[in-house]
């Protein structure tokens, strides 16, 4: 049994109500829903959030009837983390056990069918506690991330002896894209929090990692998904 899961929060300082609002012809969160609805290898779908019109609207898709989320979820300072575990036991008194839990972001919109099947792939071959969407970061703090000292003057990040003159000399470093996740549910229920234990990365390309926080993101992921549309109308 693999759960699909979408956390969709009500306030956003950044976008106002970003979750629900149209994007290229339909709510942001559809982009995102629509995709756990039609993915062959998910059973069950549920959303968690605390905006009575996103619930409803999910649950009329076909979403789990779970309610809105608990007050102290819904806050600015509450976790991605205590959210899932949430979700999770909710959903499952009323489906049962799950095997897998699949978290797509709303607000990473850019993902393919491809990227699901290809991060749920590595959570059964790998069993990890936890398979996280990741790119190959623009910046490296071993070579041009910088930060100052107590006088203001700028060093690396991370030096390494001998330091680094070239960014291929470098050390991978990935981005943790918030975009797709498959979590053990034993461990969802055991711990407290991301990094307690084996979290592995499933890489995707940038372009399609792009998560929205401010106006200046919705209208580049619109030119993105606009372009993509208008690709695919032309193949």
Not at 91 to 110: N, Q, R, Y
Not at 148 to 161: F, N, R
Not at 191 to 201: A, D, F, H
Request: glycine residues 6%; contains cysteine; aromatic residues 8%.
């Amino acid at each position: 049994m693999i759960l699909g899961h979408i956390g969709a929060r009500k306030g956003s300082k950044g976008v106002p109500r970003k979750n629900f609002r149209p994007i290229c012809g339909k709510p942001l969160i559809d982009w995102s829903l629509d995709q756990l609805f039609a993915h062959p290898q998910v059973d069950a779908v549920v959303v968690s959030t605390d905006d009575e019109e996103i619930y409803e609207h999910a649950v009329a898709k076909g979403a789990l009837k779970i309610g809105l989320r608990p007050a102290h979820l819904a806050t600015d300072a509450a976790g991605k983390f205590g959210v899932w575990q949430h979700a999770l036991e909710a959903s499952e008194a009323l489906i049962g056990k799950v095997d897998a839990f699949l978290d797509l972001d709303c607000t990473s919109p850019l993902r393919l069918p491809e990227d699901i099947t290809g991060a749920l792939q590595l959570y059964n071959i790998e069993h990890p506690d936890l398979v996280m969407s990741c790119c190959e970061a623009r910046k490296n703090p071993y070579f041009n991330l910088v930060e100052p000292d107590a006088s203001g003057a700028l060093h690396v990040s991370k030096p390494l002896p001998g330091g680094v003159v070239a960014r291929q000399q470098a050390p991978v470093v990935y981005e943790h894209a918030a975009s797709t996740y498959v979590v053990s549910p034993d461990y969802l229920k055991r711990s407290k929090g991301l990094w307690e234990g084996r979290v592995i990365p499933f890489l995707m390309p940038a372009e399609r990692c792009v998560d929205i926080d401010s106006p200046f993101d919705f209208r580049l992921v619109e030119f993105l998904l606009n372009d993509a549309l208008n690709e695919a109308r032309n193949d």
